[in-house]
């Protein structure tokens, strides 16, 4: 069975900082997807980021990229001047096309942004 | 208008009820999915349905069942509500075609 971790239950960062929050996963699978999702105080899921794990490149997307390293099963999320807004619980999540694409997530991490 | 709706957005009902929560979608997806989310354990799967006629358990089903209406409606029910069952539900839907799913904007269950 997959699963995916997040080490840090919270982290913060000072506002026009940079911050980079960290997951990893467990697979036997070679082709799968992985995701950042964003669930600020309204609790909407919100996508953020993904990345096609049979891409070698980098995803990004404006402020935000990822440091995919495939070997190592690491996933980590780049946030580059940080925004109050960003303040929020930012999920990893897993999926393959061959389990249907059902989301196997980290338990999360709170990121707080000081002004 | 919201591409996936679930009704009611909060309940709080009482031991033992039956009750029902509720997803419409208007992307055209055939996959639907119910995540329940509980403090500190992210979002895990409860049912899933990839098509009308077909209805999966997820890694925790138990005490919970569905039904999918039709292509764009699933509900997900509690046949007897207990206090564990409190947590934010939320649907989801998504293509075959693609990797992304697309969630409504959760239910906030209580049960007291």
């Known amino acids: ?115 | 208008d919201a591409d996936v709706t679930q009704t009611p957005r909060n309940r709080i009902t009482k031991t033992g009820k039956r009750i029902m929560l509720e997803c419409s979608q208007t992307k055209g997806h055939d996959r639907m999915y119910w995540y329940r989310q509980d403090p500190g354990l992210g979002l895990r799967l409860i049912y899933y349905s990839f098509d009308v006629k077909d209805i999966n358990k997820g890694e925790i089903s138990d005490g919970y069942s569905v039904s999918r209406q039709a292509q764009a409606k699933f509900s997900l029910s509690l046949e007897s509500a207990i206090p564990n069952q409190t947590a934010l539900y939320f649907c989801a839907t998504g293509a075959e075609s693609t990797d992304t799913q697309y969630f409504g904007p959760g239910t906030r269950l209580t049960v007291l």
């Open chain 1, 1 to 115: 069975a997959q699963t995916v971790t997040q080490s840090q239950p919270e982290m913060s960062v000072q506002e026009a900082e940079t911050v980079t929050l960290s997951c990893t996963y467990d697979t036997s699978e070679s082709d799968y997807y992985l995701f950042w999702y964003k669930q600020p105080p309204s609790r909407q899921m919100i996508l953020v980021i993904r990345q096609e794990a049979y891409k070698q490149q980098n995803a990004t997307e404006n402020r935000f990229s990822v440091n995919f390293q495939k070997a190592a099963k690491s996933f980590s999320l780049k946030i580059s001047d940080s925004q109050l807004g960003d303040a929020a619980m930012y999920f990893c999540a897993y999926s393959s096309h061959n389990a249907g694409n059902m989301l196997t997530f980290g338990g999360g991490t709170r990121l707080m942004v000081k002004p």
